[in-house]
């Protein structure tokens, strides 16, 4: 029920930037037990995004560079006006609700991986997806964008040996304060 309100709000921003495209974006995500399945967000970048990446990253090393050790950039030119408001409030993130209900997702676990970035997961791949995927975890709450693919790794491992129900409770805490004080996004 509260994504209905939301979704129209962002309707209505996305037509008056000018905005055209699909309000959700979705995206395979790899789930627990290495299930693949589909991810939910409000769009926030341009349409055909994935293409765009592949021609900046060719034509920036810096940027391929940064892209490389945390896996987004921070100055990302894909990112629409209406995406920069839905990101840095954290609100893109809302339509995994659906994924929590679906059983896909948890609130709190490892943050789902791209399925281009599972070789780079190597060895954690089997600790890391034995856990449900969550909307938050321990990276969203140390760092978020600001932490490298390698610490987001040793955080879910973190997450994987030492997951009880108070830490989840307390790291739903944290994100709630982190996306009130609106930390770490990008």
Same mark, same amino acid.
């Given at each position: 029920?509260?994504?209905?309100? @939301?979704?129209?709000?962002?309707?209505?921003?996305?037509?008056?930037?000018?905005?055209?495209?699909?309000?959700?974006?979705?995206?395979?995500?790899?789930?627990?037990?290495?299930?693949?399945?589909?991810?939910?967000?409000? #769009?926030?970048?341009?349409?055909?995004?994935?293409?765009?990446?592949?021609?900046?990253?060719?034509?920036?090393?810096?940027? #391929?560079?940064?892209?490389?050790?945390?896996?987004?950039?921070?100055?990302?030119?894909?990112?629409?006006?209406?995406?920069?408001? @839905? =990101?840095? *409030?954290?609100?893109?993130?809302?339509?995994?609700?659906?994924?929590?209900?679906?059983?896909?997702?948890?609130?709190?676990?490892?943050?789902?991986?791209?399925? =281009?970035?599972?070789?780079?997961?190597?060895?954690?791949?089997?600790?890391?997806?034995?856990?449900?995927?969550?909307?938050?975890?321990?990276?969203?709450? =140390?760092?978020?964008?600001?932490?490298?693919?390698?610490?987001?790794?040793?955080?879910?491992?973190?997450?994987?040996?030492?997951? *009880?129900?108070? *830490?989840?409770?307390?790291?739903?805490?944290?994100?709630?304060?982190?996306?009130?004080?609106?930390?770490?996004?990008?």
């Amino acid at each position: 029920m509260v994504l209905i309100p @939301l979704t129209i709000a962002v309707w209505i921003a996305n037509k008056l930037s000018k905005e055209n495209g699909p309000i959700f974006y979705t995206q395979e995500r790899i789930g627990q037990d290495g299930k693949i399945f589909k991810m939910y967000k409000y #769009r926030s970048m341009v349409i055909g995004a994935d293409e765009k990446l592949k021609e900046y990253l060719q034509e920036n090393e810096e940027a #391929r560079e940064e892209y490389k050790k945390y896996k987004k950039l921070k100055n990302d030119p894909r990112i629409t006006k209406i995406g920069k408001i @839905l =990101r840095k *409030t954290s609100l893109d993130e809302f339509p995994q609700f659906i994924n929590v209900l679906k059983g896909d997702m948890s609130l709190v676990g490892p943050r789902p991986y791209l399925l =281009r970035e599972k070789e780079e997961i190597n060895g954690f791949f089997k600790y890391i997806t034995s856990c449900k995927p969550g909307i938050t975890g321990l990276w969203q709450t =140390r760092g978020r964008s600001n932490t490298t693919f390698t610490d987001r790794l040793t955080m879910d491992m973190e997450y994987y040996y030492n997951h *009880t129900l108070k *830490t989840d409770i307390k790291l739903i805490y944290k994100t709630v304060k982190n996306v009130i004080k609106k930390e770490g996004a990008i």
